[in-house]
């Protein structure tokens, strides 16, 4: 019988057999730091490998819980995560599949206020992202802390990755300069192929794994450019720019990121989502919720440590994350009708802050 693989040597001699990685590469793998922004098609392919390829230290952050809408694609997950928050339910998998990797699990959303300590402590962030606003925010938290981040995003059957070494490489602001966010596709109203989602997240580790062997990455100053309906890859060059606001030496426009509480962001299942977010992470007691719902006849169910489920009234619903991260659904019947005081009186009757409420 094979004795069973203990060793890192073992459990790794798959990969430590090619030349580009080799006992070297593993022990820097098996050393390294990488933050996994968004646990959702994208970020769920690319922790997955991580974890299974020896990454000491993963820190994943995410403010949204599961959906059966997710699962097509998000491969964490299954029909039991539902109603989970996506963090929680991802780490009790990657722990499963290599208890050698310390998972961190993050169930919050990124603001202004705390993207710098969640990137600051890593040796690459990898993009999981679905919107450009808070990679507008991680783009310059890594900029100005000087951590590698490998950009990537995938819609309906194309995508495209980039990689960025702070002062070394264009940065996102310098290839994707302010583009308005209405303008662009999100999936729930065009949908996304789970091919292109693998395909975008795969070469994102490889390309995060050589920034952590202290390799050079292919696809600085480089935009991959992906499309599975033609099959065709196509790589363009990138230029710094010198007034991006961002990484330039003559920085030209303002300097903000804007940062919305509220947002309505893809429907999911077919009713009208409202995300909103605090400025600052709360902690919130999950008992205390779940105490308060009862007394308010709001039927609380706690899904894991950090999300509990709320029926407000037929066709209303709430996910709550200690976070203070509120997920409200809404039934197309009541869409119309739902109006943000009705948020604010919902998180007020819970005795949770609604001050950052506009
Ligand atoms: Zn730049």
Known sequence: ???????????????????????EGQR??????VCVIGVGGLGCESSIRLAAMGVGYLKLVDRDVVSRS????????????????????AAEKLIKLNPDVQVDPLPVALTPGNVESIVKDVDVVVDGLDSLPPRYLVNRACVKNDVPYVF????????????????????LECFYPRLEEVSLPRCASVGVHPSIVGVIA???????????????????SRLLYVDLTHMSFEMVGLKRREDCPACGWKPAGELEVSFNPVEEVCA??????????????????MEELVRQGLTLGWNPSPMGRYSVNMRIKKGVTLSLLSSGV???????????????????????KLGVQTNFLP
């Open 202 to 220: 795969n070469l994102q580790v490889y390309e995060a794994v050589k920034v952590l062997m202290d390799q050079p990455p292919k696809l600085t």
């Open 1 to 23: 019988m094979e004795a069973p693989l203990t060793g890192w040597v073992e459990a790794y001699s798959r990969q430590i057999a090619l030349a580009e990685i080799g006992y």
């Open 152 to 171: 990537g995003s995938a819609i309906e059957s194309y995508g495209n990755l980039s990689t960025i070494l702070p002062s070394k490489s264009t940065c």
């Open 28 to 33: 820097r793998i098996r050393e390294g730091r």
């Open 326 to 348: 509120g997920i409200v659904s809404i039934a197309p019947e009541l869409a119309g009708k739902f109006k943000l005081k009705d948020v604010k009186a919902m998180y007020g």
């Open 268 to 285: 999911r299942d077919g009713s009208r989502t409202l995300i909103i977010t605090p400025p600052k992470p709360l902690d919130l007691k």
């Open 70 to 89: 997710d699962l097509h694609r998000q491969i964490l997950y299954e029909l039991s995560s539902v109603g989970k928050s996506k963090v929680e339910a």
